[in-house]
């Protein structure tokens, strides 16, 4: 008796043979081609779409739907998971991601998270003072937060003691969310380097106006 994956792999054959028979094999791959390229056009428009919205390319989603609409959308799976907040200040937690996606070197990133915060309802002086190195002028949550997520991703000695400041101060709940929102926030800047589409920080200008930075 065949294994079950062999007997599926058979009954499988002897489908496409007797569709073949029929003559119903070519209107079945030219729906299925149909919904291929249905599926590619409300890619490429959503991605216009969200490359509008955030000021930013978005090219290394074109390379992922490229490949697989499948891998395209499991990745987009993770977008829950990287804009989740809810018992976090919003300042402290777009701070947080400032912080760790800036240890990653990759401008464009860091860009577009000032675009959402600015979204968002950020105050544009908070980003530039946390660009600037201007640290003093931002409140202490906040400036806590975007400590934590640049310890976090340089890996530094004083991630713990950071981490119990923060979850002191802002609670438990908190802590855990702004540790999701650092390890998210990496992940967009680490996966563009890996497709090699990652552009220094010391190459891009962040510009803390939405204005100026969708032009």
């Known amino acids: ?79 829950p998971a990287a804009t989740h907040r809810k018992h976090t200040p919003r300042d402290a937690w777009h701070l947080a991601r400032l912080g760790a996606t800036r240890v990653q070197d990759c401008g464009t990133c860091v860009q577009t998270v000032v675009n959402v915060a600015l979204d968002d309802g950020v105050a544009p002086d908070v980003f530039r003072a946390a660009l600037d190195g201007n640290v003093e002028a931002l409140n202490e949550a906040s400036r806590l937060a975007l400590r934590v997520g640049k310890a976090v991703a340089e890996r530094s000695a004083t991630v713990e003691e950071l981490r119990q400041q923060l979850e002191e101060r802002l609670g ?12 998210m926030a990496q992940v967009y800047p680490i996966l563009k380097r890996g497709l090699g589409q990652a552009v220094a920080c010391a190459r891009v200008e962040v510009a803390v106006d939405r204005t100026s930075a969708a032009n």
């Open 172 to 183: 438990h709940e908190a802590a855990v969310e702004l540790a999701l929102a650092v390890t």
């Open 1 to 79: 008796r065949l294994p079950a994956d062999h007997e599926s792999t058979r009954q499988s054959r002897r489908s496409l043979a007797a569709l073949t028979q029929r003559g119903e094999l070519v209107p079945l791959a030219r729906g299925l081609n149909s919904t291929y390229l249905r599926m590619n056009a409300l890619i490429a428009r959503t991605l216009a779409q969200q490359e509008q919205k955030l000021g930013a390319s978005l090219d290394y989603l074109r390379s992922l739907a490229g490949v697989s609409t499948g891998l395209f959308a499991k990745f987009g799976l993770t977008t």
